[in-house]
C-alpha cells in the first residue's frame, strides 16, 4: 500500500514538474527562433526568393529545413513529439504579407492572442500560433 502512495507521489511531482518546467521552455523556443531569425534574415530573405523563383535551394544552417508552399517559404526550426502530440516552430515568409500558419495553412478564425494570433481547430486538438517578426516574416508554433 506504502508503494503505491510513493509511486502516485513521484507521478505528481512529475507531472507537476513538467508543466512548470514547459513554460520557460516554450518561451526560450521563440526565443530562440527569433536570435536566429534576426542573425540570418539576409541569408533567409535571399533562400525564400530563390525558392519562390523555384530554384533548389538549402536552408541556412542552424534551420532544419526550407519548403514552398504556394507563395509561402516555411524555414522549420524545430520539432518535438510523436505521433498526434507533435509540434513544429519555425518561421514563414509570406510574399503579401498575409496570415498564414504552419505549411502555409489558413488562419481563417484566428482569434488575437499576445502579439500574434492563434487559431485553434474545432472540433479538435490542433493549434496553430502566428506571431510577426518583420514586414513578410512570421513566427509559427503548430501543434498536433
Not at 113 to 133: A, I, K, M, S, T
Request: charged residues 25%; contains cysteine.
Amino acid at each position: 500500500m506504502k508503494r503505491r502512495w510513493k509511486l502516485l507521489g513521484a507521478v505528481c511531482v512529475f507531472v507537476v514538474g513538467v508543466t512548470f518546467l514547459r513554460i520557460p521552455w516554450k518561451a526560450e523556443q521563440k526565443s530562440r527562433v527569433e536570435r536566429q531569425f534576426h542573425a540570418d534574415l539576409e541569408e533567409l530573405t535571399q533562400t525564400a526568393e530563390l525558392v519562390l523563383a523555384g530554384q533548389e535551394a538549402e536552408a541556412p544552417s542552424g534551420w532544419r529545413d526550407v519548403s514552398r508552399f504556394d507563395d509561402v517559404v516555411c524555414f522549420d526550426y524545430g520539432g518535438w513529439g510523436f505521433g498526434s502530440s507533435t509540434r513544429y516552430w519555425g518561421v514563414n515568409y509570406v510574399t503579401d504579407n498575409r496570415l498564414v500558419g504552419f505549411q502555409g495553412m489558413s488562419m481563417e478564425g484566428a482569434a488575437p492572442d499576445g502579439e500574434g494570433w492563434l487559431w485553434e481547430e474545432n472540433p479538435g486538438d490542433n493549434r496553430c500560433y502566428v506571431e510577426p517578426l518583420a514586414p513578410c516574416w512570421y513566427y509559427f508554433e503548430m501543434k498536433f
